[in-house]
């Protein structure tokens, strides 16, 4: 009896290696999906302008109000100008991941993305390290603005400092983290506006509730200390000592606060049906 011949298998095409191809052509594609989405969105391309034009001038008024002096800052006009800079970034940040999440599943190209990659995670994980870069590029335009109205008000070169150095160290981090925690809370949200309540409850009215009775209560200032907006501000803040060995329980404080509404905006994203 003739022998039949035989056919080797194609380990290329075997069960693992192909999942691993296809969790790597989910990832890319929702990757270029996201980045198209975010460069063509008015939205992000004003919350930049935003940043360059309040970060020049909060630092041209801190230098030219004298608050430098005023506040003898280590390192003088160059910190003050830094940090002013900073001041509405973190905000900046936030929104902007909450904006590129929230909402996603009653739009018509979300519902199309998200049967195309059943699984989700990797839409999530683009978003993650989109709002990362946007962030980054948040920070780096109120260096910019910081530098241009330093430069403004004091009608010469800007010169900048160590100290400086150690803010926008702070302040960096600090947007990625308030963004990443917008993008989770986004995540968490089933509408838009649902969303946009919980992040503007979180970061300006909660603040300022514990801030009012912390006045009267040391305890209630400590616990003040550990919403999210408190910890990012002390991040970049020089009269906090901006990252020095104290500063590094601000970080963590933030970073949990990403990280579980992260966590909990996954799994509430798992569980939602995209209508």
Request: no cysteine; hydrophobic share 55%.
């Amino acid at each position: 009896m003739r022998n039949q011949p035989t056919t080797e298998p194609d380990l290329t095409s075997s069960g693992p290696r192909r999942s691993v191809r296809s969790a790597a052509s989910a990832l890319t594609g929702a990757l270029a999906y996201e980045r198209v989405r975010l460069t063509r969105s008015l939205f992000t391309w004003m919350l930049l302008g935003v940043a360059i034009v309040v970060s020049t001038g909060g630092a041209w008024l801190s230098v030219t109000a004298g608050i430098s002096t005023k506040l003898d800052l280590a390192g003088g006009k160059s910190v003050a100008a830094v940090s002013t800079g900073f001041a509405l970034i973190p905000h900046l940040a936030a929104l902007s991941g909450l904006a590129s999440i929230s909402g996603d599943g009653g739009t018509a190209v979300a519902r199309s993305l998200f049967m195309w990659v059943p699984s989700r995670w990797p839409v999530l994980v683009a978003k993650i390290a989109l709002q990362v870069a946007v962030a980054v590029a948040l920070s780096a335009g109120a260096v910019a603005g910081a530098l241009t109205g330093l430069a403004l008000g004091t009608s010469a070169a800007p010169e900048t400092s160590a100290e400086a150095l150690r803010v926008v160290l702070g302040g960096v981090p600090a947007a990625v983290l308030l963004a990443l925690l917008g993008l989770g809370i986004g995540a968490i949200a089933r509408r838009a506006i649902d969303g946009y309540l919980m992040l503007f409850g979180l970061i300006l009215v909660l603040p300022v509730i514990a801030g009012g009775f912390g006045l009267g209560s040391p305890g209630l200032a400590s616990v003040a200390r550990l919403l999210p907006m408190a910890a990012a501000n002390a991040m970049f803040d020089p009269l906090q000592n901006s990252m020095t060995a104290s500063a590094w329980s601000d970080v963590a404080t933030l970073t949990v606060w990403a990280a579980g509404a992260l966590i909990i905006g996954s799994f509430a994203l798992y569980r939602r049906d995209i209508t």
